[in-house]
């Protein structure tokens, strides 16, 4: 066999990063990277990270919080781990190196939508991504496990008994050459799929390639409906969908129409702090009715401290020549965190030996419907170390055996197209048809639109297609999900189906030769 891991993580954000620092003391562990290490959504989260930490807040509360903003699709025993584990893991990252934002020794915890108490600890005000990354990757260096950045996976291999056994990689640094890396278990922590639409906040490495892997080895997909929009993205013609974070309406910002009311109201008596579905679909039908792009997010009520406690936020909106404590910021929704994914249990196993996932990329059940603001990083860090504890186990009691097949189908020898336009049509029919409002009109356009780069699109050698080709098999999964729920609930909204049903109280589960079920026991 060539080079062989005990266990391989895909992906160097919160989770992939815990699970590889829980094994490595260990185990001989492998990182891989698509780009650099840090080129993942985790350096970008602001908010923080939600943990029952403050002086008048349980877990029970952050339980209740959380399966409340689920809309009745939380797995309650994955919230429960969720929320029981999220003092420990703050310990652990603080250990590591991680310095939250405290003041006289007290951690201090920010409000964000459709929490209860204060809870989201944070840090460099809003900069906790960078901060939880930084000082994850520095202690990544010192753990002994080996890292491979600019590695694309294109395909997860099986052993003669089906179960995962290794990867297919691609480096940048060989000249694309391919090679297979066999290992005991591997870890998908390979992030969302923001950029399968128009407008994100996710950087560019989010394109939905951990879920298309998975499909191919035949793993179940779970809820891939649930696409969460954030409300407040920075809408200007000329500048990226930077994310303004929930934590500035948890401290006070008001989101106004061009007359400056504050229109959230008349959806939620909760106003900028009822859930982050209600808000979203609230700007979005506001912005439809008055033939506009944007609303306002108005920071003054914060005054001047508004520039300490978001420094990033105020860097990046000065640099388009907003001054956020004067001047109030256009904002509009875009497509934020991928609430399905690989259907785990609550120990990130999927159904197919030997592969884990946990992270964004996982279905674990945490945040059912809608995702409760700043649980992701959490569910990052808790489950990151779970898969990490369970494929340990898994490789004590089996190690390593040869990888033999490839999930990948065999290249169909047409020549690369590597179409520059393809992603482009379908990010564009992805917002148009499956965005914050959808119908069965607008999903069969998206689920044509994909359907069309994967007819249209090589099995060739080539990354870009090999990309597109996963890209387009996660937005399939996307708008056959959402053309089956007839119904709608939490994130998921259909014009043509504006109610939640009773009979949709659960889950829909695909795999790639059994096609979809509907799993009510969720
Ligand atoms: C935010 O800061 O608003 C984003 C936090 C999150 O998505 O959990």
Redesign the pocket.
């Known amino acids: 066999m060539g080079e062989t891991y005990d266990v391989i993580v895909v992906g160097s954000g919160i989770a992939g990063l815990t699970a590889a620092l829980t094994a490595s003391p260990r185990a001989r562990v492998a990182v891989l990277s698509k780009g650099a290490l840090d080129d993942g959504a985790t350096r970008w ?3 923080g990270i939600a943990a029952a930490v403050g002086g008048d807040d349980t877990v029970d509360l952050h339980f209740d919080d959380t399966v409340a903003a689920g809309r009745g699709l939380c797995d309650e025993r994955a919230v429960r781990v969720l929320v029981d584990d999220g003092a420990p893991r703050i310990r652990e990252l603080a250990d590591w190196g991680a310095s939250f934002d405290s003041s006289d020794g007290d951690l201090m915890v920010g409000r ?1 939508a459709a929490h209860s108490r204060n809870r989201v600890v944070h840090a460099g005000g809003d900069a906790t991504g960078r901060e939880l990354e930084t000082a994850l990757l520095r202690r990544l260096r010192h753990s002994g496990a080996t890292v491979v950045e600019n590695a694309r996976v294109v395909a997860l291999l099986h052993d003669s008994d089906g179960r995962c056994a290794g990867v297919e990689v691609r480096d940048a640094d060989r000249a694309g050459a391919s090679r297979v890396l066999g290992a005991g278990a591997v870890i998908l922590a390979t992030g969302g799929a923001g950029q399968l639409w128009r407008c994100t906040t996710n950087p560019p490495a989010a394109s939905g390639d951990g879920v298309a892997l998975a499909w191919e080895i035949g793993a179940e997909v779970v809820s891939m409906e649930f696409m969460q929009f ?1 409300p407040t993205a920075l809408a200007l013609p000329t500048a990226p969908r930077f ?1 303004i ?3 500035v309406r948890g401290e006070g910002a008001h989101v106004v129409d061009a007359g400056g009311r504050r229109f959230l109201f008349d959806a939620d008596p909760r106003g900028e702090l009822a859930g982050r579905d209600v808000v979203a679909r609230a700007i979005w039908e506001h912005l439809l009715q008055d033939g506009t792009d944007h609303v306002l997010l108005d920071c003054r009520p914060l005054g001047g401290r508004v520039r300490d406690r978001f420094p990033t936020i105020t860097a990046t909106c000065r640099e388009h020549g907003i001054d956020i404590a004067t001047e109030p910021i256009p904002i509009a929704p875009a497509a ?2 991928m609430i399905g994914g690989v259907r785990t249990n609550i120990d990130g196993a999927t159904d197919v030996a030997g592969l884990f996932a946990c992270g964004e990329v996982a279905g674990s059940g945490v945040h059912g419907a809608n995702r409760l ?4 990083l959490l569910e990052g860090a808790v489950f990151g170390r779970r898969a990490a504890l369970a494929a340990l186990h898994n490789i004590a009691e089996r190690p390593a055996s040869p990888p033999l097949g490839r999930s990948r189908p065999a290249t169909d020898h047409r020549a690369p197209t590597e179409d520059p336009s393809a992603r482009a049509r379908l990010r564009d029919a992805m917002w148009e048809g499956c965005g914050v409002v959808r119908d069965a009109a607008g999903l069969g356009r998206a689920l044509d639109a994909a359907d069309e780069i994967l007819a249209t699109t090589p099995v060739s050698d080539s990354i870009d297609d090999i990309g597109l080709r996963q890209s387009a098999t996660t937005a399939r999964l996307v708008c056959r999900s959402a053309l089956l729920r007839e119904e709608s609930r939490g994130a998921h909204f259909r014009a043509d189906f504006p109610s939640t049903r009773d009979s949709w109280h659960g889950v829909l589960v695909m795999q790639k030769e059994r096609g979809h079920h509907f799993d009510r026991n969720a």
Do not use: D, P, T, V
């Open positions: 989260a602001q908010g964000e954030h994310l974070s929930e934590a934020h965190y603001a700043s649980n992701s």
